[in-house]
């Protein structure tokens, strides 16, 4: 039985040569993992719209969508998702957590010291050693 795909928008956030990267909350699935700040697009959306507003709820902060860095497609055991991962710049505002465990700011040799959500594997993999 096929599940539907959730799309799924993320923000590669950077600050000169250090990105933002968002720690799950201990009670979602997957919680504690390290992920991209984001999430689902909810109906009549755009992905940009999506990844605005998913900013705002997590990290009351303003972003300026730009290209998409990366598409992933991953299976979780309970959803398929679709993820656009888009480089985004902090328009307005000081990132909070809202929802988070933590937020940190690392650099790309930083990456191997956090475990990530398994969808971020080939997106860390491509910000450490390029295409």
Known sequence: MDKKVTEVVAAL????SR?????RPAHKARGLLWEFV????EPGETKEQALIR???EELAVTVSVGEVFMEVDHVYPDLNVHLTLFN???RK???RMMEHNDIRWITRSE?????FCPADEMILRKLQYGD
């Open 19 to 23: 990105f933002l990267i968002c720690q």
């Open 38 to 41: 984001g999430g689902k697009v």
């Open 111 to 115: 990456i191997a010291q956090y475990e």
């Open 93 to 95: 505002g000081t990132p």
């Open 54 to 56: 998913e900013c705002q």
């Open 13 to 16: 956030i950077w600050d000169r």
């Open 88 to 90: 985004a710049g902090i």
